[in-house]
């Protein structure tokens, strides 16, 4: 699968998803419903979370794949 068709898989599944909370669509939301720029903050914070996470899973399994252990690394 193209990173393109994981990206619109994405996107359609996250705008179904904000119309069955909000029941409308973010181009139909006020202007004024919400600080926008916060919400975008907020959402790239937990991206990096996430991130973290994914990575710290990563070393664990490279490190018992490759026999090295944690308090070597």
Not at 21 to 31: M, N, S
């Amino acid at each position: 699968m193209s990173v393109r068709n994981v990206i619109d898989r994405v996107l359609d599944k996250q705008n179904a998803k904000g119309m069955a909370t909000y029941g409308q669509t973010l181009d139909d939301c006020p202007d004024e419903a919400y600080d926008w720029k916060m919400m975008a903050i907020e959402e790239l914070v937990d991206g990096i979370q996430y991130l973290a996470k994914e990575n710290q899973r990563l070393e664990k399994e490279i490190n018992k794949l490759t026999g090295v252990r944690q308090d070597e690394s």
